[in-house]
């Protein structure tokens, strides 16, 4: 094996995982925190709510391609740095959020924050694959996926104790408040967290064999098949995704009438179910490989989305709403759970993508085709204000079922890479 480094200590294991799973979690709670707000943000400034989702759609574009851009940074200055420079891009983005005067302003910091979400998994998931050894990787990688549902659980329960019916400008507190975790994970990641050394080792080697860390080095021929169907697979599973994240509150507060500071109790659950779900991928995936465990998750997710939002919205109303009794808040609650523990697919894109591609281009090809997913993901929700005058809430989000059964089937067009070994020049 070319360039092999040295292996990291148990304990630099485990700090390079804490770093990466702090930058992740607050990451994915400044992205989470606008779903609960975007009602509130169209009435601040005067627009539909097809305004807003256009919103949701210049972050999912930023993701891609601040996937790819920052990828390939990581890819040429190390992964370390391109944390960082992530962490302190998602922090002040959001923190400018709370500070916007208009639509068109709060889209150019949404889109920072964007940016900054596609780089950071870009680097951390390389950085944590390369750190961890074959035979725990895909646990690894699992465990700092729980904090995308983690920073979920934190967006819902800062937006249950911070948002108020009465102040419609409450929105505005909520983003301010969320950026400043970012700050105390840039010093942890900054003091705790070294740089990859299976990334030095490949610096030394690309040098001595006059390689070049270019971003269309993905786009090669021996790379092309696995960059487009890894893209495919993560359009599909994003699809759903984000059209679940973005409306599940809007479909909360329209269908069971509930208040916009009730809805994020019920995604409470949802984020318990997610964190077990990432867990349970990351030990099934070591057990059965990458392709079957995601197969399991798809089609799991495949038949929990139509369960979750026909049921919800069939539930008894009271007096034209959705009563806060245990009852509801425990039936509501373990269909989000469910629905929750198959997004458990997310863990597995890290260490299936490092794994498919070369160290000089793993971060780049990896962030590609991973947050150029979401960018697949923009035509769903474009499309969810359309139909749900023409077909109903609960059909038009029911419609995202379809897109997990074709993931299911694609994942057995990309080879099995469980047991792989990573080095430089891999």
């Known amino acids: 094996m070319a360039g092999a480094a040295s292996p990291p200590s148990v304990q630099r294991q485990y700090l390079t995982l ?17 779903g ?19 919103t949701v759609a210049w ?12 990828g390939n940074i990581s890819d040429k200055i190390g992964r370390k740095k391109t944390i960082l420079l992530s962490i302190l891009a ?32 870009s680097a951390a998931a390389a950085l944590v694959s390369e ?33 108020d019916p009465a102040n419609p400008e409450a929105w505005r507190t909520l983003f301010i408040v969320a950026s400043i ?80 500071d009730q809805a994020p109790v019920f995604l409470v659950w949802n984020a318990v179910g997610a964190i077990a779900g990432y867990i349970g991928y990351g030990f099934l ?12 998750f798809f089609l799991g997710m495949a038949f929990m989305v139509p369960v979750f939002t026909f049921s919800a919205s069939a539930m008894p109303l009271t007096d034209g709403k959705l009563a806060f009794t245990m009852q509801n808040i425990v039936t509501l609650g373990v269909l989000s759970s469910l629905l929750g523990f198959f997004t458990g697919y997310f863990s597995g894109f890290g260490a299936w993508y490092s794994e498919l591609f070369p160290t000089s281009i793993r971060s780049t090809a990896s962030g590609f085709c991973f947050n150029f997913g979401r960018v697949g993901a923009i035509a769903g929700i474009k499309l969810v204000p359309v139909l749900i005058p023409v077909i109903g809430f609960a059909t038009t ?30």
């Not at 804490?18 to 606008?34: E, K, P, Q």
């Open 397 to 426: 989000i029911a419609l995202a079922s379809f897109s997990y059964l074709l993931a299911a089937l694609m994942v057995f067009a990309l080879r099995e890479t469980k047991g792989a070994v990573l080095t430089s020049g891999n």
């Open 18 to 34: 804490t770093g990466s799973w702090m930058a992740w979690l607050f990451d994915a709670m400044d992205a989470g925190v606008f």
């Open 36 to 54: 609960f707000v975007m009602l509130a943000i169209a009435g601040s400034f005067a627009v539909t709510m097809g305004d807003v989702v256009s």
């Open 181 to 260: 975790p970012a700050y105390l994970t840039l010093v942890f990641v900054m003091v705790f967290v070294e740089e990859s050394p299976v990334w030095l080792a490949n610096r030394g080697y690309m040098l001595r064999n006059g390689g070049k860390s270019s971003p269309f080095e993905i786009f090669r021929p021996q790379h092309l098949r696995s960059v487009l169907l890894a893209l495919t697979i993560s359009m599909l599973g994003m699809l759903g995704y984000w059209i679940i994240l973005t409306f599940t509150p809007a479909f909360l507060q329209n269908i069971l009438k509930v208040r916009i």
């Open 59 to 70: 972050f999912l574009l930023a993701t891609g391609l601040g996937g790819y851009a920052l």
């Open 131 to 163: 750190v961890w050894r074959p035979e725990g990787r895909a646990k690894a990688i699992a465990f700092m996926q729980t904090g995308w549902s983690g920073g979920n659980l934190l967006a819902a329960l800062l937006a249950w104790n911070l948002l």
């Open 90 to 121: 998602y922090g002040t983005g959001t923190l400018l959020c709370g500070y916007a005067h208009s639509l068109a302003e709060l889209n150019i910091y949404r889109f920072i924050v964007g940016f900054a979400v596609g780089g950071l998994w």
């Open 285 to 296: 995936a070591e057990k059965i490989g990458r392709r079957s465990a995601f197969a399991v």
